[in-house]
């Protein structure tokens, strides 16, 4: 291990609209390993949280083994090193050590949560599960049981069938069209030697992005890195993801489902995060649909008519495509006339555009509500690892404010057509009195 | 704008006491770095209760206004008014006519929702620091400025009725739920869903709506919660300036619900649908509250719950799930914070091939266990740490704390209950845990609830 120990740090505020405290400055660090790591050193509560990310995720799954990195994830704290589920569970107890694992679907991601005072079983657990998971018989097939009820239960769940059909319909043939939870088949297949070659393939420090928020110094998160990631391979052992554009544009997909609500899935092509129109997008999809209560179709859909408790849209950016993807659910004989203001709405907003006031304050709200994503260590770290994988740079959340006064009315209107002058691809799931065909 | 030149020395009065407590039993050193302002609360002269949190990490506030009203105080055959109301709220005042406050908090960057339970409703706003004031303003405005009509009303009433298909109707266990909650009281209103009963949600009307909020909204029935970058003497200059221009008006009573008769009878309910892939039960015990329970009854029920199904290590997963393999999953919870006598519940759902008799009488088993023998002291050790833990936890999330809070003063309870509590749990003993699962796991203070299936197939087409 090299001896030098670097500390790269950009003293950033956090860029607040005009306050600015010295408490929140990132700092690139590089552990004496050489892993690399940005931390948010406060020690007003005695806590460390740390986030990462490994390349991988649900798309590491083999086409035929669907679920395995939900597996591994739902097995990780199951037992490793020489301690049984039994004492590793105890040993999370005991000190009141949080351990999070989630197969998305582009990274395997982790946190860790930990009473300062007992960290160093915290890094030692960790350690031991990202290194040495034991996969044994008992937990495995417990497991195994739990997630194909999770799954059995799904298919019966008019928001997870929506949901799984959409992804299936728009991706095919591809990882992301894959139900990332697996199907019951699909979970029986798995074996150890599965489970142990997604560990050994997947965690690596090539691939690997942390954060980490809490009493904690440069020289003492070095440390901490190096012992919970050290001992991992240097080089990921991955299979190429291909690029993909969705499928099923203008296709609406009817399921019957006697439920006394319906469901309804919507979306279309987004847009990259690297893309120079993602700020425009970004504010055109907030005032569309993005904006909680705010939004045109929260207006028409809710506030107008009472239709539905709920509608939303989002971009989703991930690394190999990108989608705009929506969702609301009301009554049975009033999803066609939900459908019909959606798709109308959809229609405006990529004829018309936004308007001046629409666009200004949209920026006011994202410019605004930037800093509630950052008052709690954990919600910090998840933001220093998002901002790392999007490759953003350390100043982006000085940099911010300013990209989206950028945008211009003219831009935001060229992008709303650009993001929505499509076809959805649309999922009913409800009972039989549902939309007609309109497509 | 400003920047607390002390963040380091920082902290809330509660991490004192907490380390100390933590300090015993997981050997925590005790910070030096803790000089300690505390949770502060005062009145103002029209009666409403104030509690600020200071956090001074982030220069964001959370704003929250609870009334100490909910379902539970709702007129029989207006279910749902209390929940209908607090959409309602968000329909105009005559000073800021509909939209004005969410769109001005829109424009600052505000996040803005309300929740409605049994003893309590709430509204909150989360801000940067600096709009503390204009959020006050505006709330304190709607408290008694509010105008509805006929169109707004029937309108929103379609939305509530939305609601309660996604929470509810679209559920199976939650439809179940709402009928163990049913058969658990008799007599107390806590029968009723929060979000009503269909049948009179349909029926809620303007005036229904005004004439709760005329009865119950005013300064002396609610308490603002301020957590975040502000000191005390700010929140209370600006509160002063907003909420303490609103008239007194004379007290509410106190609050007494009908009580429960002696509860004889062991209740079961069995719900069937379509849609239910593996047999279910859920079951519940009426039990006191951290309210109404005598000594610490409530910390031992919460120690009880952690011990019997609170995570991996609770001897409902072990048994059932772990070695037996009858249940994917088995746990058990307390709902403390009530106004009057609340719940105690289990549940487990089946394994494949495992009847819903055969994992019933494996909880049975569990539970007498602790009847008959009692807990480990190493488990109930075990417990106490994680829970404790959980305390310094919240410390982290300003919301979690303003919740905390506004909950405890809604229900009956106090700041510095709440503060006590870690000390509190760390003082109950194993004896006072099997005593108080003798006094209240008692079947006939139960209801158990069976989810099962009434099989299907579902259809599909492609147009």
């Known amino acids: ?439 | 704008m400003r920047c607390a030149g002390t963040l380091r020395a920082f902290t809330l009065h509660i991490f004192i006491r907490l380390l100390a407590f933590l300090s015993l039993c997981l050997a925590l050193p005790a910070s030096s770095a803790l000089a300690a302002p505390s949770v502060t609360q005062f009145n103002l002269a029209n009666g409403l209760a104030v509690v600020v949190i200071p956090d001074h990490r982030t220069p964001v506030v959370t704003h929250m206004l609870w009334y100490r009203v909910g379902a539970a105080d709702e007129v029989t055959g207006k279910s749902g008014i209390a929940h209908f109301l607090e959409h309602l709220m968000f329909k105009g005042t005559a000073k800021n006519p509909a939209g004005r406050f969410s769109q001005q908090l829109a424009s600052i960057g505000g996040q803005e929702n309300a929740f409605t339970s049994s003893d309590y409703t709430g509204y909150f706003q989360r801000t940067s620091r600096e709009h503390l004031g204009t959020l006050m303003e505006f709330e304190a405005d709607r408290m008694t400025g509010l105008v509805l009509t006929d169109d707004v009303v029937a309108s929103e009433r379609n939305v509530i009725l939305e609601e309660r298909n996604q929470r509810i109707d679209n559920e199976p266990s939650a439809r179940l739920g709402e009928q163990v909650q049913a058969a658990q009281y008799l007599n107390h209103p806590y029968h009723r869903p929060t979000i009503g009963w269909r049948h009179e949600m349909e029926t809620l009307d303007r005036v229904d709506a005004l004439n709760f909020y005329r009865l119950y909204y005013q300064p002396d029935n609610a308490v603002l919660i301020v957590a975040g970058d502000v000191t005390p003497e700010e929140v209370k200059e600006l509160a002063e300036k907003t909420y303490g221009k609103l008239e007194r008006r004379p007290a509410l009573g106190p609050r007494i619900r009908p009580k429960e008769p002696p509860q004889i009878v062991e209740r079961r309910v069995t719900f069937a649908d379509l849609r239910v892939t593996q047999p279910s039960l859920q079951r519940s015990y009426l039990v006191p509250s951290y309210t109404t329970a005598k000594e610490n009854e409530a910390e031992a029920l919460d120690l009880l719950a952690f011990i019997l199904g609170g995570g991996s290590n609770s001897r409902l997963n072990r048994s059932l799930v772990m070695e037996k393999r009858l249940a994917t999953t088995a746990g058990a919870w307390f709902q403390g914070t009530s106004l009057d006598d609340t719940r105690f519940g289990v549940y487990a759902t089946a394994a494949a091939g495992a009847s819903l008799e055969r994992v019933e009488s494996a909880i049975d088993a569990e539970i007498e266990l602790v009847l008959d023998k009692g807990v480990t002291a190493e488990e109930l050790e075990r417990s106490k740490s994680r829970m404790i833990a959980d305390y310094v936890y919240a410390q982290d999330n300003q919301s979690t704390l303003a919740r905390q809070y506004g909950a405890a003063l809604t229900t009956g309870s106090s700041v510095e209950a709440v503060l006590a509590r870690p000390e509190r749990l760390r003082a109950v003993t194993a004896d006072q845990v099997r005593d108080a699962a003798r006094r209240y796991l008692d079947k006939r203070r139960s209801v158990t609830g069976y989810l099962i299936r009434e099989g299907a197939p579902r259809e599909e087409k492609k147009s």
């Not at chain 1, 982006?396 to 300013?402: D, H, I, L, S, V």
Request: hydrophobic share 40%; glycine share 10%.
């Open chain 1, 1 to 439: 291990m090299s001896r030098l120990f670097t500390a790269l740090v950009f003293a950033l505020a956090l860029a607040f609209a005009g306050t600015a405290c010295a408490a929140s400055k990132i700092e690139e660090i590089v552990s004496p390993g050489g892993i690399k790591a940005w931390l948010v050193r406060d020690n007003t509560v005695p806590l460390l949280s740390l986030d990462y990310a490994f390349t991988g995720g649900a798309n590491a799954d083999p086409a035929d083994k669907p679920g395995l990195a939900h597996m591994v994830g739902a097995l990780l704290d199951e037992g490793a090193g020489d301690l049984d589920s039994r004492t590793f569970q105890e040993r999370m107890e005991e000190k009141a050590i949080q351990l999070g694992f989630t197969a998305a679907r582009d990274q395997f991601r982790g946190s860790l949560r930990s009473l300062s005072a007992n960290l160093g079983e915290a890094e030692n657990l960790l350690r031991l599960a990202l290194t040495a998971p034991r996969f044994d018989e008992e937990p495995v097939a417990r497991i195994r049981d739990q997630l194909q009820a999770q799954v059995l239960r799904a298919t019966t769940s008019p928001n997870d069938i929506a949901s799984k059909r959409w992804w299936a319909e728009a991706f095919p043939d591809h990882p992301y069209g894959r139900p990332g939870h697996g199907t019951a088949e699909s979970l029986a297949l798995i074996t150890v030697d599965d489970l142990k070659a997604y560990v050994r393939n997947t965690f690596a420090r090539d691939t690997l992005t942390i954060g980490i928020v809490g009493d904690i110094d440069v020289e003492g998160a070095g440390r901490l890195i190096d012992r919970i990631f050290g001992a991992l391979p240097a080089k990921a052992n991955l299979t190429p993801v291909p690029d993909v554009a969705m499928h099923g544009l203008g296709e609406r997909i009817v399921v019957n489902l006697d439920v006394p609500q319906t469901v309804i899935s919507f979306g279309g092509p987004g847009l990259g995060r690297s893309d120079p129109d993602f700020f425009a997008a970004y504010l055109v999809n907030h005032i569309y649909g993005g904006g909680s209560m705010t939004s045109r179709l929260y207006h028409e859909v809710r506030e107008k008519r009472g239709l539905a408790y709920g509608v939303r849209t989002s971009l989703v950016w991930m690394d190999h495509a990108n989608i705009t993807s929506g969702g609301t659910a009301t009554r049975a004989d009033k999803a066609g006339e939900t459908l019909a203001i959606i798709e109308e709405e959809t229609r405006r907003m990529a004829a018309e555009g936004p308007t001046q006031e629409e666009l200004d304050k949209a920026k006011a709200y994202l410019k605004g509500s930037y800093a509630l994503s950052f008052d709690t260590s954990s919600k910090i770290a998840g933001q220093l690892v998002q901002i790392q994988l999007d490759k953003l740079g350390i100043d982006y959340p000085e940099r911010r404010g300013a990209m989206l006064d950028a945008v211009t009315l003219a831009d935001a209107r060229r992008v709303a057509k650009r993001l929505l002058d499509t076809k959805l691809l649309t999922l009913v799931v409800g009972r039989a009195q549902g939309p007609s065909k309109t497509n």
